[in-house]
């Protein structure tokens, strides 16, 4: 009889899912980054840091031993999915080690199914003591891709304090500033004696004479200060005393803070009165303007240009959102501004900032308006905030479609710069966590001369 063999299954050999996708990640940043025209050295004996970037001028092939290192983590998921934002959690001795080094270090998520990949310098996200407490990291799908366009971002980090310093992708980039220059005043400013001696008892006489749209005034000490003539507006019952002329300039160019503001309240509402006669009205308390509703209510498009044809675009939209115990909230969103009155070098400016306005029906203010705008700030980036710019500078300035002829004040385009080399916006400064950037806006061209004496705070809407 014969004795029956035993058969040992043989140990299979097998690479598992998480080795493959972790290997596919380290790739897809590899090469990214040799896109960019930096090196990628992988560590091989690791304990938190996969690779080591140098940065490399991609025209000379100069190095300068500026490198920064890298954390690849590669995802069949991404945590906490948005449409524009996602999380990725760490351990926290894993953010120690990180950021107690002696090299800067970026943290690289990728997506190797979707070829999605995104990075985030890890010093500046963690100096902030929130984020560090909490041990997750937001990204931006937008603001945090990793890409060629990142090469500056990523030489910034790796010299944080200067050293080698590469060119800019070339490109032809047009740069604009958010300052409409104001023109056609009149050349003289009446000043006129009223019986009031209160601005209340002023205001309540003027309001008496049903003249909602005669705003082009300041009143100051019993003295009624104008571009027009009050009695050819029908004022003259107000008036104590013949109107006495005086040259603009006076007060335009002056150096006297005082007399700076005076013209800046005048010029200012003037620019309120002209702007009402558009169907863009103030709202006094918050100072914001907004584009009022129909007469029939509901929403509101316009016609605006393009570069290439004349398109509407809605700037009064009606929207729904359901509430916890299942009704409906109605709110409209209405295109608006803030801003203030600037002068540099004796010329006159209005520094315009888009922004939102939020109603229940078109007229009353919506009670969560807080926080419908921050909702809002926190998904737009810069292309919607310049869209709406451009919007409003179609709509406001002289010689558009709109063809809005005022005769106190004329508003021009601003003047835009063309430069034969772009300069990546990320570059700027480091990457901010999306729930604690601030609000994006067009660059402030005045932030430069800040100190300088025509460019003091002067006027804002009240």
């Not at 070339?170 to 500033?177: A, V, Y």
């Not at 200060?225 to 009050?230: E, R």
Request: net charge negative.
């Amino acid at each position: 009889m014969k004795k029956r063999t035993k058969h040992r299954h043989q140990p299979v050999k097998s690479i598992s899912h998480e080795t493959m996708l972790g290997q596919k990640g380290m790739n897809m940043a590899e090469r990214v980054v040799l896109e960019m025209g930096f090196v990628w050295n992988p560590i091989h004996i690791e304990s938190g840091i996969d690779a080591v970037i140098e940065t490399r001028d991609p025209s000379t092939g100069v190095t300068k031993n500026k490198i920064l290192q890298a954390q690849v983590k590669a995802v069949s998921q991404l945590a906490a999915e948005q449409d524009d934002a996602f999380s990725f959690s760490c351990e926290r001795a894993h953010i120690g080690y990180w950021l107690g080094g002696t090299a800067r270090v970026i943290l690289i998520v990728c997506k190797p199914d979707t070829d999605e990949i995104y990075w985030k310098d890890l010093q500046t996200y963690f100096s902030l003591p929130e984020n560090r407490e909490r041990c997750t990291v937001r990204f931006s799908k937008q603001a945090d891709r990793l890409d060629v366009s990142s090469r500056s971002a990523l030489l910034s980090v790796a010299t944080p304090e200067g050293g080698l310093a590469l060119g800019p992708l070339p490109k032809r980039e047009i740069l604009g500033i958010n300052l409409l220059p104001l023109s056609g005043y009149p050349s003289e400013i009446l000043a006129t004696p009223t019986k009031a001696k209160g601005w209340d008892a002023f205001f309540a006489a003027l309001k008496e004479l049903k003249k909602p749209w005669l705003r082009e005034f300041i009143w100051e000490a019993g003295i009624l200060y104008s571009f027009f003539d009050p009695v050819a507006e029908e004022l003259g019952d107000l008036c104590e005393g013949e109107s006495e002329g005086f040259a603009s300039e006076q007060w335009a160019h002056s150096t006297d803070p005082v007399l700076q503001r005076h013209f800046a309240g005048l010029l200012g509402r003037t620019f309120e009165s002209r702007c009402y006669k558009q169907g863009v009205v103030l709202e006094r308390e918050t100072g914001v303007f907004y584009f009022a509703p129909p007469p029939a209510g509901g929403e509101l498009r316009i016609k605006t240009k393009s570069s290439v044809n004349t398109t509407a675009k809605t700037v009064i939209s009606k929207h729904t959102s359901v509430r916890q115990d299942g009704t409906l909230s109605v709110y409209y969103k209405h295109y608006a501004f803030e801003g203030r009155m600037r002068r540099f070098a004796n010329e006159w400016f209005f520094e315009l900032t888009p922004t939102f306005h939020f109603t229940e029906d078109g007229k009353i203010p919506h009670p969560n308006a807080d926080v419908l705008l921050s909702g809002i700030k926190r998904m737009e980036r810069h292309p919607a905030v310049l869209g709406a710019f451009l919007t409003w500078k179609e709509f406001l300035t002289e010689n558009t479609l709109f063809n809005s002829k005022f005769r106190f004040l004329t508003v021009m385009a601003p003047p835009a710069l063309v430069i034969d080399r772009g300069i990546d916006d990320r570059a700027w400064k480091p990457p901010v966590a999306i729930e604690d950037a601030p609000p994006v806006s067009i660059e402030d061209a005045s932030e430069s001369v800040e100190d300088e004496e025509d460019s003091l705070f002067l006027w804002k809407p009240s």
